[in-house]
């Protein structure tokens, strides 16, 4: 069973720069899953933000993030990273991931199978 853990998260300010990354701490997270990065705003619903397909690497970005945001994948470190830069006050919120193995360009959050506990990132105006 594929365990995610997130890390990254904290606070900073409008315009900063965070990189989260999203490993496993059971199994390997290579390159079969797709990997999707979600996140939920108080009182708001989860809102996928950006993907990466299984395999192929095909990438995904929510309109509001494009250009700010990027997703990659290090698959000697079976990990996956979304790099935030000019960050604003509404990007804060729970980050989590997610992953479904043999996965391809995926967003709707109920096709992934795994998912970590989350990583809070706040940015302060």
């Known amino acids: 069973q594929l365990q995610l853990v997130e890390s990254g998260g904290e606070l900073v300010q409008a315009g900063g720069s965070l990189r989260l990354s999203c490993a496993a701490s059971?199994?390997?997270?290579?390159?079969?899953?797709?990997i999707a990065w979600f996140r939920q705003a108080p009182g708001k619903e989860r809102e996928g933000v950006s993907c990466?397909?299984?395999?192929?690497?095909?990438?995904y970005y929510t309109d509001s993030v494009k250009g700010r945001f990027t997703i990659s994948r290090d698959k000697l470190k079976n990990t996956v990273y979304l790099q935030m830069n000019s960050l604003k006050p509404e990007d804060t919120a729970v980050y989590y991931c997610?992953?479904?193995?043999?996965?391809?360009?995926?967003?709707?959050?109920?096709?992934?199978?795994?998912w970590g506990q989350g990583t809070q990132v706040t940015v302060s105006s």
């Open positions: 997610a992953a479904k193995l043999l996965g391809g360009l995926i967003t709707g959050e109920h096709a992934y199978d795994y």
């Open positions: 059971r199994g390997d997270l290579d390159y079969t899953y797709a």
């Open positions: 990466i397909s299984s395999r192929t690497d095909i990438t």
